[in-house]
């Protein structure tokens, strides 16, 4: 079975200084890794994903995440963020072949003026 | 273009009372269904999924339900409400064969609360 750990669950920063949210995963086959944000009161949307190829992964919104497959990490990162970014963030694995996606337990990034 | 329609947005329920959380899609046949539950510092929590009309797949072992009467058309339903049941329930769906690579489109949730 896959599973997800982000190892913050809440993380202040201050707007215009970069951030780091980190995502740990576990998973005895080939998975698939994403970023998901989430707005107060509202579903989530995709911020990027890692399928296959360069590690260094872009999404929307300047944000980035990097695929370390000998750490099992997939952080996900921002060279400066703004107040609009804040909300909550939520790594997730699906294994290939496979209808699942599985979420971690979320970071909650706060930016503050 | 595709959109995902969930609702009601905020239901309040007594304990031991019944529950109906419908999710449609439109633009799209065939969708793949999901229902997620999100408790507060627990991330989501996936609960059922379907990949066609009347095939249901239950994740957790739990007081709740699923059925898909139309190609479309997701409900998570209950006979009886526990407190344990309160929590941001959220539809998605995604398009594909399985093949791990799709990415999920939400709905805007609903917030149970049951007292």
């Known amino acids: 079975a896959q599973s997800v750990t982000q190892l913050d669950s809440q993380v202040p920063v201050f707007e215009e200084a970069p951030v780091e949210l980190r995502c740990n995963y576990s998973?005895?086959?080939?998975?698939?890794l994403f970023w998901y944000v989430q707005y107060p009161n509202q579903g989530l949307q995709l911020l990027l994903k890692?399928?296959?190829?360069?590690?260094l992964v872009k999404g929307i919104n300047g944000f980035e995440a990097e695929f370390n497959k000998s750490q099992t990490s997939f952080h996900l990162r921002k060279p400066s963020v703004h107040i609009s970014d804040t909300a909550e963030y939520f790594c997730?694995?699906?294994?290939?072949?496979?209808?699942?996606?599985?979420f971690g337990a979320g970071t909650r990034l706060f930016v503050k003026a | 273009s595709q959109t995902i329609h969930q609702w009601p947005a905020t239901l309040v329920q007594p304990v031991g009372s019944p529950l109906s959380l419908e999710c449609t899609v439109e633009?799209?046949?065939?969708?793949?269904l999901y229902w997620y539950r999100q408790a507060a510092g627990r991330g989501l929590q996936l609960l059922f999924y379907?990949?066609?009309?009347?095939?249901i797949s239950s994740e957790v072992p739990q007081n709740l339900s699923a059925s898909r009467p139309q190609d479309r058309q997701f409900i998570l339903s209950s006979k009886k409400l526990l407190l344990s049941d309160s929590g941001f329930y959220l539809c998605?769906?995604?398009?594909?064969?399985?093949?791990?690579?799709?990415?999920?489109?939400f709905g805007s949730g609903t917030q149970l609360s049951v007292l």
């Open positions: 998605a769906w995604s398009e594909g064969l399985g093949t791990g690579e799709e990415k999920l489109f």
């Open positions: 998973s005895s086959v080939s998975v698939y």
């Open positions: 890692y399928l296959s190829g360069s590690t």
């Open positions: 997730a694995v699906s294994k290939t072949g496979g209808f699942k996606t599985i």
């Open positions: 633009g799209t046949s065939n969708p793949n």
């Open positions: 379907s990949v066609g009309i009347g095939q």
